[in-house]
């Protein structure tokens, strides 16, 4: 039972998450010249970042609240806010260099592999 509603606590946070990205994006893109640059994207990932430092510091020991807003309202929010969390707590436990590995890793292969799944599908 304890599963299920840890489920459904992570559902009901990333539905919130994700709608709260989309709308604030569209606000953000009718507001501003979102063209070339995509400053929609990178203000919803900067303010996850800032949600994701406040909510660790506020609900690190309590399960309910990580589930409900931070793997779910946040890991819908963003991704982005996750992998900020994880590389600075790399680097807060002295694996610099598996910080730069995994940032580099995943920067340049994501970026590739979103390439080679755009080539292979169309």
């Known amino acids: 039972m304890q599963s299920i509603i840890s489920l ?3 559902g ?7 709608v709260s990205r989309w709308g604030l994006s569209h606000i953000i893109r009718k507001s501003t010249a979102d063209g070339a ?3 929609s994207t990178l203000i ?7 949600g994701i430092g406040v909510a660790y510091s506020i609900w690190e020991n309590n399960n309910s609240a990580k589930l409900i807003i931070i ?3 946040l890991g819908g929010f963003t991704t982005f806010s996750t992998f900020a969390y994880e590389t600075l ?3 807060k436990n002295g694996n610099t260099l598996t910080a730069i590995s995994y ?3 995943s920067s340049i292969i994501g970026v590739f592999l979103v ?3 755009m080539k292979f599908s169309s």
């Open 89 to 91: 707590s790399l680097i």
């Open 103 to 105: 940032v580099t890793s």
């Open 8 to 10: 459904l606590y992570i």
């Open 37 to 39: 640059f995509p400053l």
């Open 115 to 117: 390439w080679v799944g």
């Open 71 to 73: 793997i779910g309202f």
């Open 12 to 18: 009901l946070g990333g539905f919130i998450g994700a």
């Open 44 to 50: 919803v990932n900067l303010i996850g970042c800032l």
